[in-house]
């Protein structure tokens, strides 16, 4: 849509040029060269160059061939110029760090990185870490990747769960092994109107309620007959899954960016981190000021490697953190609330047009919404946060923004919010978990948000088992 209205402009203004040369052909008559395209006489002054530039060509001999190559490979690159330009401008971002792209340093006689990530994981002390698993709501997978009549597989939360898009166009959650022979329903399984065929035997369930509504070649469905069905929720461009560890309904509903449903804030990029680290230690970033002003203060010019950050070429500039993390009362009190103000400055003094608010709700343990707004108008970064395995986190940033907005300008924020981020990941990839921190006065926020986070677990929310996770590869 915004491509659509960008092109618009610049063919209006095109247009527009071209008809004022032409009323105004006598001034561009003077011009040599360009006159001879634009005169008076409008098009058939072109067409007839064209004409005879063609006929040149035809003529000319053994230049024949080498000219008509030439023109080819201009035209040929110009469309990759302007098939380049678009998609900077238009076409969304798409970054992916996997474990092992970043945030580890050499280790000596490792040459690939992701051995040296398998080692430090191995060797890393993990430390006295909470429950792996909290209790909410958690992003499964983006819609636009489950189309109506697909079905998908994802494997996160220690569960393994079958997304699929019914012919009534609604996502739906079931267990993805089939209780007949354990198949995996997300594998091969067949959509039929809002149910899932298993792709071993045929068994299908229904989405609504994980029934089982036909069995090929029995005569009867046994009542028992049925597989495990799990609340989902669709909004803000993620399918949603309730995760409780006492199987209690959802006590508490993600929160609904009203703009994305609309169509008033459109998808312009998506990031992804990998990250080695108890889940807690992700949103307790927010709650933790002190090391906005540290590790994010240095120009991010400088990089993303923690040993090189404090480059002098770039020691001018710096990135200015004004923040104040609050839980919300009840009944909001899932929510945690951060209020921010970056701006980037150079030797004390702020850029204009740099500053940025920004209002983070931290909804659960599981999902984050930054609205922000600037003098370039408004948007929201759409975080989701889910437990891969015990210690491994899929941290993704979608950013939606008004919707005229080439794309450009939203990546640019992507990028340096993923920079920010990949600062973070040298740290949670490499560090300890601190049951019982050494906190100062000024870390009181920190304590506040443990004290605030212990409410996503109970009693049987699982715990790591410390011999399994130190032996695993991935
Ligand atoms: S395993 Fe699914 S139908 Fe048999
Ligand atoms: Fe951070």
């Known amino acids: ?57 035809l003529t000319g001999a053994r230049w024949m061939w080498l000219g008509v190559l030439t023109l080819l490979s201009l035209v040929y690159t110009a469309w990759l110029v302007v098939r380049k330009i678009l998609s900077i401008l238009f076409s969304p971002l798409n970054l992916h760090r996997a474990l092992g792209d970043l945030g580890y340093t050499e280790i000596e006689g490792v040459k690939s990185q992701k051995d040296v990530a398998n080692i430090v994981r191995r060797r890393r002390k993990i430390g006295d870490v909470p429950p792996v698993y909290p209790n909410g709501w958690f992003s499964l997978i983006a819609s636009r990747d489950v189309p109506k009549g697909q079905a998908r597989s994802v494997s996160v939360l220690g569960q393994h769960f079958a997304v699929f898009r019914g012919e009534d166009g609604k996502a739906y959650i079931l267990d993805a092994y089939c209780p007949h022979m354990g198949a995996n ?15 071993f035997h045929g068994w299908t369930f229904r989405g609504e309620d994980g029934k089982c509504v036909n069995i090929p070649y029995a005569k009867k469905i046994p009542d028992i007959a049925k597989t495990k069905q799990w609340p989902c929720f669709e909004a803000n461009g993620q399918i949603m899954v309730w995760h409780h560890a006492e199987g209690i309904d959802p006590t508490w509903m993600p929160e609904v960016m009203p703009e994305i449903d609309t169509g008033d804030w459109t998808f312009k990029g998506k990031t992804v981190h990998i990250i080695n680290a108890h889940i807690e230690e992700i949103p307790e970033n927010g709650a933790d000021l002190a090391h906005l002003h540290h590790l994010h203060k240095p120009f991010i010019a400088a990089g993303v ?26 009944p909001d009190q899932h929510i945690g609330e951060l209020n921010l103000v970056h701006s980037i400055e150079v030797w004390g003094y702020t850029i204009p047009f740099t500053t940025l608010s920004v209002t983070v709700h931290q909804v659960g343990p599981g999902l984050v919404n930054l609205k922000f707004k600037s003098v370039f108008g408004s948007g929201v970064f759409i975080q989701t946060l889910t ?73 049987n929310s699982p715990r790591l088992s410390f011999q399994k996770e130190n032996n695993s590869e991935w």
């Open 1 to 57: 849509m915004a491509k659509l209205l960008w092109v618009t402009i610049l063919s209006c203004i095109i247009l527009g040029a071209i008809t004022v040369t032409q009323v105004h052909g006598e001034i561009l008559e003077s011009l040599p060269f360009l006159g001879q395209f634009l005169n008076a006489e409008g098009s058939l002054g072109f067409l007839e160059i064209l004409r005879s530039a063609i006929a040149n060509f």
């Open 185 to 199: 329903i997300g594998i091969g399984g067949r959509v039929i109107d809002n149910c899932l065929q298993c792709p």
């Open 305 to 330: 490697d923690l040993r090189y950050i404090y480059n002098p070429i770039y020691a001018m500039f710096s990135h200015k953190w004004v923040a104040q993390w609050e839980p919300l009362p009840a």
């Open 387 to 459: 437990p891969e395995e015990p210690m491994l986190q899929r941290l993704t940033h979608e950013i939606y923004y008004d919707w005229w907005m080439p794309a450009f300008l939203p990546k640019l924020m992507l990028r340096g919010e993923a920079m920010q981020v990949d600062r973070d990941v040298m740290i949670w990839n490499n560090k300890t978990y601190v049951s019982k921190p050494m906190l100062v006065k000024e870390d009181q926020l920190i304590a506040k948000h443990r004290r605030w986070y212990s409410q996503f677990f109970s009693e």
